[in-house]
T-cell receptor
Framework: GAGVSQSPRYKVAKRGQDVALRCDPI?????LFWYQQALGQGPEFLTY????????KSGLPSDRFFAERPEGSVSTLKIQRTQQEDSAVYLC????????????FGPGTRLTVT | QKEVEQNSGPLSVPEGAIASLNCTYS??????FFWYRQYSGKSPELIMS????GDKEDGRFTAQLNKASQYVSLLIRDSQPSDSATYLC?????????????FGTGTKLQVIP
């Protein structure tokens, strides 16, 4: 079946602009995670949903970051008033809540703030 | 102390040799352990998962887990140039359906032809 998809794949934003990043998880995967990955670093946790409930948002770096998953499937990560330090790859992953709990990643969105 | 620690490398091995990648973690309540491979410019790809002490083999890959020592490793036998990538260790704790996943910074592996 289809894997995790993300759009756009690349986004260039001018400092101060708002951006919205979309994630479409694997069908039937209840859990959805957002990560931020800077160059040369591992993925850093941002937030976690189980169905439509946002169970953990402790990794969001500031109140400019907001995520939602209103119907328990597609999720959107929104960044308001982008700053240069927001430049990174934003990864989305989904997993089931039973069995192996293995996470599967989407291709990521590379955000560049100029 | 970082929750999940890996040597950043690069780890260089000749083609055909065994590559050994190591990871330590700090949370003794961790339950699931994963190795991801990440090629440059690509997203992480799950290659191995292990849940109980001991070894788990899958083709050229063997994952080893020692919960007492809080240590997990990945061995790659007969290393190939196509194995050159960054290998990420991830540790998961599940409680009441709530999942907490922590990644290491990754070890860069270079397989020299």
């Amino acid at each position: 079946g289809a894997g995790v998809s993300q759009s756009p794949r690349y986004k260039v934003a001018k400092r101060g602009q708002d951006v919205a990043l979309r994630c479409d998880p694997i069908s039937g995967h209840v859990s959805l995670f957002w990560y931020q990955q800077a160059l040369g670093q591992g993925p850093e946790f941002l937030t976690y949903f189980q169905n439509e409930a946002q169970l953990d948002k402790s990794g969001l770096p500031s109140d400019r970051f907001f995520a939602e998953r209103p119907e328990g499937s597609v999720s959107t990560l929104k960044i308001q008033r982008t700053q240069q330090e927001d430049s990174a790859v934003y990864l989305c992953a989904s997993s089931p809540v039973t069995g192996s709990y293995e996470q599967y990643f989407g291709p990521g969105t590379r955000l560049t703030v100029t | 102390q970082k929750e999940v620690e890996q040597n950043s490398g690069p780890l260089s091995v000749p083609e055909g040799a065994i590559a050994s990648l190591n990871c330590t973690y700090s949370d003794r309540g961790s339950q699931s352990f994963f190795w991801y491979r990440q090629y440059s410019g690509k997203s992480p790809e799950l290659i191995m998962s292990i849940y109980s002490n001991g070894d788990k083999e899958d083709g050229r890959f063997t994952a080893q887990l020692n919960k007492a020592s809080q240590y997990v490793s990945l061995l790659i036998r007969d290393s190939q140039p196509s194995d050159s990538a960054t290998y990420l260790c991830a540790v998961k704790k599940v409680s009441g359906g709530y999942q907490k996943v922590t990644f290491g910074t990754g070890t860069k592996l270079q397989v020299i032809p």
